[in-house]
């Protein structure tokens, strides 16, 4: 059975409408699941051991688990105190690993010089691989520390005894080599994967023998823009340097178009009409808007009045907060038949109601619609124009909007909303007749929210008895959206069984593959906070077009060696090529690293563990350091205000940094979650909602007449983000359920 709490959530919705509740039913099932990925304990070890250091009571083995915790919560300074007062007598001074430890605690506190010593030490004593590791992180810290002649020995060291990844640390042995001959053999020796860095190094050894042209050649091989074109600046070619620096702009990317800014603001500024254009739509997109504002008003002055040029304009103003003067830049857009035409017409609309001037905003919507019904938002402002007429009680005009509306978009989503919201409405005052009538037009017409629809007609039907008719609704979602959050819900109301998703055969992987994870491995061990990882990480993904059991390999490494990002979007990369319903497919884009953790903290508050796994898919995909734009951080997404309140209630030490510590965030997390599911009766589905919008707006849609409907309430909830994270999660928890089964057989 599933714990009490999660009853309300897993069984049958119960659509209270007619004076009837649909009974419950479990539909929980035994299913597979694979390998947890590594957990870690950081906060909690640092919590534990706190009070046993500080009384003189803890093992070395508790003393170094003490160190590694403070390293992981960046307190270097407490963890060297604990290593140092360890060491005071000779033994431990000839560990490699606790010199190791202090040698990181000692680089994490910004002493290099120190780090590098402490490294040699370790990998003067160590053997093996792990010598050559220690030798490589004692060349980068003599190199940060400037000590030259020190890094090269290691790197030399480090190389011989690292043959698998020799030629990456090559190319760090060739930075400090002063022979531009050695330097340059020793970058041959680099793999291909590595390209852009051995290209980046060689071009930094030709530049210090004087090879300019040879050193911008390398630039370019590189891809290395901002370089380029400061290279040739300084060789007297302007015009090879503006075209390095504007490729940097047509490359769509972010940290390319920031490392070029200062010499677009400088000796590159764009001087033609297109080159401004061009850079201010680079810079728009890293929000300089100031720069991007000048330049495009040196091409209005100059007579442009293009419509892309004046959406462009209108976009920056009002980005700027110059609203008034964007809605004349976005009407001047708005003349002719130019395709930017629409999107003109529909930013304006927008911005009229943003400013409060609704009668011309919504008028400026309906004008757009008619002029651009093939647009995505054409349906969208039809939509909103309606429901802003019933608000006023202006009834005849919204039923007329509505009319044209479900005739000319019958199956876009927002159709489907307004018939679900005429629904509720017609439920409310108690017209059932033309509830049902809207609702099977949904169906009848295959509408975005035909699923919706076919749920609360089964309840209708259950209510008045004719449970065959109801049964045969839901049977009919769940064989259509059988992965998805009407397929759960509707599951749960038949008291079907979730999809048995077998474990997949462990794939013991290409030889290939595994040779190049087994290099990355130690590539990271040598080089934690390189540039190096990223190289070969990179590379890897971009191997997504080889076989697709390739592919899947390398998901798997990367996502079992935390990076999450990149292993999901290569396992959605092969559903565009093969399919979702896989189960290693499926395994990889609902992947569950921490499950140790989350189980863990599930007991503790009380929680279905699946909910928790869920949950954090959907918040952070398990990325630990994401922030949100609105600033919530960590695995799950907590504002820090929120998170210190949480731990203040716990009694616990707090400090924000700590947000971006798994342990730590997801047990201030989970107890935030523990108190919604307290105050919300176990109603998962509202305590998801205060969750992502608080509890305010929660409290609020609680008081519509028909809040008990469950599945009615997610429906109405008048925030995309919002309706959209409830039904994810609740689909998450199913698809968690199937795919990662009770490893013990008394647990949830």
Do not use: C
């Amino acid at each position: 059975m599933l714990p009490p709490r999660t009853l309300r959530f897993a069984g049958a919705t119960g659509l209270i409408l007619l004076g009837l509740t649909l009974p419950t039913s479990d539909s929980q099932q035994a299913v597979q699941h694979g390998p947890a990925a590594d957990d870690v304990w950081s906060w909690h070890s640092a919590e534990r051991l706190r009070s046993v250091v500080r009384e003189k009571r803890a093992t070395a083995d508790e003393v170094i688990e003490a160190a590694q915790a403070e390293l992981a919560l960046a307190r270097p300074d407490h963890a060297l105190g604990l290593l140092r007062e360890m060491t005071a007598d000779s033994a431990p001074q000839r560990d490699p690993r606790i010199l190791a430890l202090m040698a990181d605690a000692a680089g994490q506190a910004g002493e290099v010089r120190e780090a590098g010593e402490l490294y040699a030490r370790a990998g003067a004593v160590a053997v093996g691989v792990e010598r050559g590791t220690l030798s490589a992180r004692a060349g980068a810290a003599f190199e940060r520390a400037g000590d030259i002649e020190a890094a090269k020995e290691q790197y030399r060291r480090a190389r011989l005894a690292l043959p698998g990844i020799g030629g990456w640390i090559a190319i760090r042995e060739a930075a400090v080599t002063q022979s531009t001959a050695e330097a340059l053999q020793l970058i041959r020796r680099a793999p291909p994967e590595a390209k852009r860095l051995a290209n980046r190094a060689k071009a930094t050894v030709l530049l210090s023998a004087g090879d300019s042209v040879a050193a911008l050649r390398s630039w370019v091989a590189a891809s290395d823009d901002t370089a380029a074109a400061k290279l040739a600046l300084s060789l007297g070619d302007t015009a090879a340097a503006r075209g390095h620096a504007y490729m940097a702009l047509r490359a769509n990317d972010s940290a390319r178009v920031r490392a070029v800014l200062p010499l677009l603001r400088g000796p590159l500024r764009p001087t033609t009409s297109a080159e401004r254009l061009q850079a201010a739509a680079a810079v728009r997109g890293i929000g300089e808007m100031r720069d991007g504002l000048a330049w495009v008003e040196t091409v209005v002055a100059a007579g442009d009045s293009s419509a892309p040029t004046m959406l462009l304009f209108g976009r920056l103003l009002s980005d700027a907060g110059r609203r008034a003067e964007a809605l004349g830049a976005y009407a001047s857009a708005m003349k002719g038949a130019d395709p930017e035409a629409g999107s003109a017409a529909y930013r304006r609309a927008r911005l009229l109601l943003r400013v409060g001037r609704r009668s011309d905003g919504y008028a400026a919507l309906l004008a757009f619609a008619e002029a651009h019904p093939d647009w995505p938002e054409a349906a969208d402002a039809f939509a909103e124009v309606a429901a802003a007429r019933r608000r006023a009680g202006r009834v005849r005009e919204a039923d007329s909007l509505v009319g044209v509306l479900t005739e000319r978009w019958p199956r876009d989503p927002a159709v489907g909303q307004v018939r679900l919201e005429r629904a509720a409405a017609a439920l409310v005052r108690g017209d059932s007749g033309d509830a049902v009538q809207w609702l099977r037009a949904e169906v009848n017409a295959e509408g975005a929210q035909r699923h919706a629809a076919q749920l609360l007609l089964g309840h209708f039907a259950a209510a008045r008895g004719r449970h065959s008719e109801a049964h045969s609704r839901w049977y009919a979602v769940v064989q259509d959206d059988s992965l998805g959050y009407y397929g759960a819900v509707a599951r749960a109301l038949v008291g079907g069984e979730l999809p048995r998703i077998a474990a997949p055969t462990p794939s013991e992987g290409s030889i290939r593959i595994r040779a190049a994870f087994q290099r990355l491995d130690v590539l990271r061990d040598a080089f934690p906070d390189g540039p190096e990882v990223q190289e070969f990480v990179e590379w890897l993904t971009s191997q997504r077009d080889g076989p697709v059991s390739e592919v899947l390999d390398i998901g798997e490494g990367l996502v079992a060696r935390g990076w999450m990002r990149e292993g999901v979007r290569l396992g959605w990369h092969v559903v565009r090529r093969h399919t979702l319903h896989d189960p290693r497919v499926l395994r990889l884009v609902y992947p569950w690293p921490y499950r140790n953790l989350i189980e863990s903290e599930a007991r503790k508050f009380d929680i279905d563990p699946y909910l928790l796994a869920a949950m954090i898919r959907q918040e952070s995909a398990f990325l630990p350091t994401v922030t949100s734009r609105a600033g919530a951080r960590g695995l799950m997404q907590l504002m820090p205000a929120t998170a210190a309140y949480v731990a203040k209630r716990l009694r616990v030490e707090w400090r924000d940094p700590f947000l971006g510590v798994p342990d730590a965030n997801v047990h201030i997390g989970s107890a935030h979650l523990g108190a919604l599911l307290r105050r919300y009766d176990g109603a998962v589905l509202h305590a998801l909602a205060a969750y992502n919008a608080g509890g305010t707006p929660v409290n609020r849609w609680l008081r519509r007449p028909d809040a008990q409907a469950l599945d009615l309430f997610v429906e109405r909830i008048p925030y995309m983000e919002t309706r959209n994270y409830v039904k994810s999660v609740r689909r998450n928890v199913d698809l968690y359920r199937a795919l990662y089964p009770p490893r013990d057989p008394g647990s949830s």
